[in-house]
């Protein structure tokens, strides 16, 4: 039975991070499928505010994905540009 090292023991943990990171991806898309479906309903209801609607809804939808966005970019890093690995 081999040890593990302690770059093994790094890249193993980095990969479980960036696999938790991915999980920030749940929240934009419930988010965006909320504003999606209320969005629907306005329109539905005030079709003349359908351009103010659709708006205010894109802003929600930009901003909500940025949560998402910085997930994916630290799991990236931690999969290919791990500072870590080179403090050992």
């Not at 969005?39 to 351009?51: D, Y």
């Amino acid at each position: 039975m081999e040890a593990i090292t302690g770059k093994a023991l790094i890249l193993a943990c980095s990969a479980v991070g960036a696999g938790l990171a991915m999980i920030a991806g749940i929240g934009p898309g419930i988010g965006q499928g909320f504003a999606a479906g209320k969005g629907a309903e306005a329109v539905g209801k005030q079709p003349e505010a359908q351009g103010d609607i659709i708006k205010t809804m894109l802003l929600g939808a930009a901003v909500d994905e940025t949560t998402g966005i910085y997930g994916l970019v630290v799991a990236l890093i931690l999969l290919f540009a791990n500072p870590l690995v080179g403090m050992l």
